[in-house]
């Protein structure tokens, strides 16, 4: 658990960081006071974990047949929730929630690379040999 409160910490500070370069950037976005941006960046997480994920299962099909541009729509209208929730975090519509989002993803996209990302992936590659007996099956790939 000690090990999972910095990461959180690491994301909430990018988060905010995001949010904070998306208010500056995009018009339509403002927050009247540090508690609201922080409050609001705070809120933009805890629904990007938990709540997004179950967004995009439900919103599956339509993803699919839009091949994934539906994302940033439900990025944007995230952030626009976040705006009509948090006192003092003004999200003036949908087009600058739209914006903002895509401001936000990228910042945070840069920032996370850039403090260390934990991006983790390893790929194994082995050849067998067709001629014996248990590998009948042909070349693997284990991902």
């Given at each position: ?75 944007a209208l ?42 983790q992936s ?22």
């Amino acid at each position: 658990m000690s090990a999972s409160v910095p990461q959180f910490l690491k994301r909430w500070v990018i988060t905010t960081l995001a949010v904070l370069v998306a208010a500056n950037v995009v018009r339509g976005i403002q927050y009247d006071s540090l508690t609201a941006l922080l409050v609001a960046s705070a809120l933009l997480g805890f629904l990007n974990a938990f709540a997004r994920p179950l967004i995009l299962a439900l919103s599956l099909p339509l993803l699919l047949a839009t091949l994934g541009l539906l994302l940033p729509v439900i990025n944007a209208l995230l952030l626009w929730f976040v705006g009509s929730s948090v006192s003092g975090f003004h999200v003036n519509g949908f087009w600058p929630a739209f914006w903002g989002a895509l401001v936000i993803s990228i910042v945070s996209v840069v920032g996370g690379l850039l403090l260390g990302g934990t991006v983790q992936s390893r790929v194994k590659m082995r050849h067998t040999n067709p001629r014996r007996r248990e590998d009948k099956d042909g070349p693997v790939i284990d991902v």
